[in-house]
């Protein structure tokens, strides 16, 4: 019966179905899926914390309730995610403690500070741009659930991207102290965006990786370097518009590829980062702690109005 139902998943996958929670799946498939949709929550939770950072200073109370809102969109992503990787049969409250324990990890992008308001456009133009070149692909993936959970979560990006554009827009035609600011913040995100896409597919950097499989089983769509590839094509036109320069000197277009090139990536920050060691790791699982304590009574209060919920009914 096992052998039956492992060749339904792979005629599934062969012939681009989705695979759902009731589907016999391979034990490695349901693993990868876990850690990766895990990493995927656990980054928006914690990307909550860089933006949250400005709401009390953004520069006036339409950009303070755009911004409010973003970050609430951005935990309501962290609950569709545990709840679809709750379909694969983990828990979110053992998802949460591997997540403050170091055992799960979060997106690179949000261990490093957010300085300025520019900043706060830098991460919606870039670090939300990145996001969602990641995440179209993933509204196909094979796995039913988590597809579905991203066909809404990237028409949020999107706008989250646009409000970071026209963020840096405003400030483009703004002040030369303006200008500085948004020139200084693109500096510091560019690289760290481009790290979002994960370890190189080739070359010396490479790493042994979970790409091929991924490919295979329909999970990912295109490899780390072909998304990052199209994020720098979609984004050096942009950086112009705003009339601001990368801080790549080996970026230049190349007319043979049609794309453009750019200059190497630091992957030891990379994984110095990713082993705990960026500017702000500490700070953000910190956080994330107190918060998760201070929020106990709320969970309590829950629990115990569903449980009265649930006796009611019954009577
Ligand atoms: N940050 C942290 N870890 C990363 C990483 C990054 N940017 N990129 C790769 N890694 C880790 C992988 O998890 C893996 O670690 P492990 O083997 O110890 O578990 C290792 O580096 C090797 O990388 P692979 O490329 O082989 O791993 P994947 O096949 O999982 O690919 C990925 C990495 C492309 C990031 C993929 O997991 C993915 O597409 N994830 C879903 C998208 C996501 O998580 N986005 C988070 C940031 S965007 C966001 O949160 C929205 C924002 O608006 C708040």
Same mark, same amino acid.
Not at 62 to 87: F, N, P
Not at 108 to 129: C, E, K, M, Q, R
């Given at each position: 019966? &096992? +052998?039956?139902?492992?060749?339904? @998943?792979?005629?599934?996958?062969?012939?681009? !179905?989705?695979?759902?929670? /009731?589907?016999?799946?391979?034990?490695?498939?349901?693993?990868?899926?876990?850690?990766?949709?895990?990493?995927?929550?656990?980054?928006?939770?914690?990307?909550?914390?860089?933006?949250?950072?400005?709401?009390? /200073?953004?520069?006036?109370?339409?950009?303070? +309730?755009?911004?409010?809102?973003?970050?609430?969109?951005?935990?309501? #992503?962290?609950?569709?995610?545990?709840?679809?990787?709750?379909?694969? *049969?983990?828990?979110?409250?053992?998802?949460?403690?591997?997540?403050?324990?170091?055992? !799960?990890?979060?997106?690179?992008?949000?261990?490093?500070?957010?300085?300025?308001?520019?900043?706060?456009?830098?991460?919606?133009? &870039?670090?939300?741009?990145?996001?969602?070149?990641?995440?179209?692909?993933?509204?196909?993936?094979?796995?039913?659930?988590?597809?579905?959970?991203? %066909?809404?979560?990237?028409?949020?990006?999107? @706008?989250? !991207?646009?409000? *970071? @554009?026209?963020?840096?827009?405003?400030?483009?035609?703004?002040?030369?102290?303006?200008?500085?600011?948004?020139?200084?913040?693109?500096?510091?995100?560019?690289?760290?965006?481009?790290?979002?896409?994960?370890?190189?597919?080739?070359?010396?950097?490479?790493?042994?990786?979970?790409?091929? =499989?991924?490919?295979?089983?329909?999970?990912?769509?295109?490899?780390?370097?072909? &998304?990052? =590839?199209?994020? %720098?094509?979609?984004?050096?036109? =942009?950086?112009?518009?705003?009339?601001?320069?990368?801080?790549?000197?080996?970026?230049?277009?190349?007319?043979?590829?049609? #794309?453009?090139? @750019?200059?190497?990536?630091?992957?030891?920050?990379?994984?110095? %980062?990713?082993? *705990?060691? *960026?500017?702000?790791?500490?700070?953000?699982?910190?956080?994330? %702690? +107190?918060?998760?304590?201070?929020?106990?009574?709320?969970?309590?209060?829950?629990?115990? #109005?569903?449980?009265?919920?649930?006796?009611? +009914?019954?009577?």
């Amino acid at each position: 019966a &096992l +052998a039956e139902h492992m060749a339904y @998943f792979d005629r599934l996958v062969a012939d681009d !179905q989705r695979i759902e929670p /009731r589907d016999a799946m391979p034990e490695a498939y349901r693993k990868t899926l876990i850690r990766q949709i895990a990493q995927h929550a656990h980054s928006e939770i914690i990307g909550m914390q860089p933006e949250g950072n400005w709401i009390s /200073r953004a520069p006036s109370l339409r950009r303070k +309730a755009i911004l409010m809102a973003k970050v609430q969109d951005e935990a309501g #992503h962290g609950l569709y995610l545990y709840s679809a990787a709750e379909t694969l *049969g983990v828990d979110r409250s053992e998802l949460l403690d591997k997540l403050h324990s170091g055992q !799960q990890k979060y997106s690179s992008i949000f261990n490093y500070p957010t300085l300025t308001w520019a900043d706060v456009g830098a991460i919606g133009w &870039l670090v939300d741009g990145a996001a969602i070149m990641n995440q179209v692909p993933l509204c196909r993936c094979s796995y039913g659930p988590y597809a579905r959970a991203m %066909v809404r979560v990237c028409k949020e990006e999107s @706008f989250h !991207q646009r409000q *970071g @554009f026209e963020i840096l827009w405003t400030l483009s035609k703004g002040t030369d102290a303006q200008r500085a600011m948004l020139q200084d913040a693109a500096d510091r995100w560019w690289w760290p965006a481009l790290m979002m896409f994960g370890p190189p597919d080739s070359g010396e950097k490479a790493t042994e990786g979970h790409t091929a =499989q991924s490919m295979a089983w329909g999970i990912k769509r295109f490899t780390n370097d072909d &998304l990052r =590839q199209k994020f %720098v094509d979609m984004t050096v036109p =942009q950086a112009h518009k705003l009339g601001i320069t990368l801080p790549d000197p080996d970026l230049r277009w190349n007319e043979e590829r049609g #794309h453009w090139d @750019f200059g190497q990536i630091d992957w030891d920050e990379f994984w110095r %980062v990713l082993k *705990g060691d *960026g500017p702000c790791n500490a700070q953000r699982i910190a956080t994330r %702690v +107190a918060a998760h304590e201070d929020g106990a009574w709320v969970r309590e209060a829950a629990a115990a #109005h569903a449980e009265k919920v649930v006796a009611r +009914a019954a009577q």
